[in-house]
């Protein structure tokens, strides 16, 4: 069975600085798919970016990137220039490539990050 | 992007009786979608599967007869707590796959409230 481990219960970072955001998994699946999720205080989930594993390209969407080390089945979030609108439940998250539309996201215990003015 | 929403978005009512929240993608149909359970400062817990046309499928632990979900057309699915208990007390959160199945689109959630 897959599983989702992020070993960072809380973080916090000085706003307008660089924080990694830590998320490990365990699967036999060679294709798959893995995403940041962010939970803010208002509770709607947001995606924040999505890996595919057969790219070996790091992922990246504006000030967030991600490190995916396959081998390792590593997969961080980096936040660059930290923002107060950071500050929030990330969660990273799995998924199978197989069953379409009933694709079932596999969720970590996710990270509570605090942005600091 | 694809938009999801749940309503109610907060619900308090009295220990013994039922109630429903509606999941609606607004822009895209679905023929799946996806319930989630979340107590305050955890991961969300997967409850069930709603499949369009057929009965839905619910995770190991989950009780069928508690959570009720009915999939009535390609844009609505509802969860019915039946016999609501404190204990069910919980944040409800309902996902839709988009066009490619790999990206969920969530909704803002309800917030249930059991006297």
């Known amino acids: 069975a897959q599983t989702v481990t992020q070993s960072q219960p809380e973080m916090s970072v000085q706003e307008a600085e660089t924080v990694t955001l830590s998320c490990t998994y365990d699967?036999?699946?060679?294709?798959?798919?893995l995403f940041w999720y962010k939970q803010p205080p208002s509770r709607q989930m947001i995606l924040v970016i999505r890996q595919e594993a057969y790219k070996q390209q790091n992922a990246t969407e504006n000030r967030f990137s991600v490190n995916f080390q396959k081998a390792a089945k590593s997969f961080s979030l980096k936040i660059s220039d930290s923002q107060l609108g950071d500050t929030a439940m990330y969660f990273c998250a799995f998924m199978p490539p197989y069953g379409g539309a009933t694709n079932k996201l596999i969720f970590g215990t996710g990270t509570l990050l605090a942005v600091q003015p | 992007g694809a938009v999801v929403s749940q309503h109610p978005s907060r619900v308090i009512c009295k220990s013994g009786t039922s109630v429903k929240i509606e999941c609606r993608s607004l822009d895209f149909q679905a023929t799946t979608m996806f319930w989630y359970r979340q107590f305050p400062k955890q991961s969300l817990m997967l409850m069930a599967t709603s499949n369009e046309g057929s009965k839905a499928t619910y995770e190991q632990g989950v009780e069928k007869d508690k959570f009720l979900i009915n999939h009535a057309s390609l844009t609505l699915s509802t969860l019915t707590v039946t016999s609501a208990h404190p204990e069910d007390s919980s944040f409800y959160i309902c996902?839709?796959?988009?066009?490619?199945?790999?990206?969920?689109?969530f909704g803002p959630g309800t917030r249930l409230l059991v006297l």
């Open positions: 699967t036999s699946e060679n294709n798959y798919y």
């Open positions: 996902s839709a796959p988009g066009q490619g199945y790999e990206t969920q689109y």
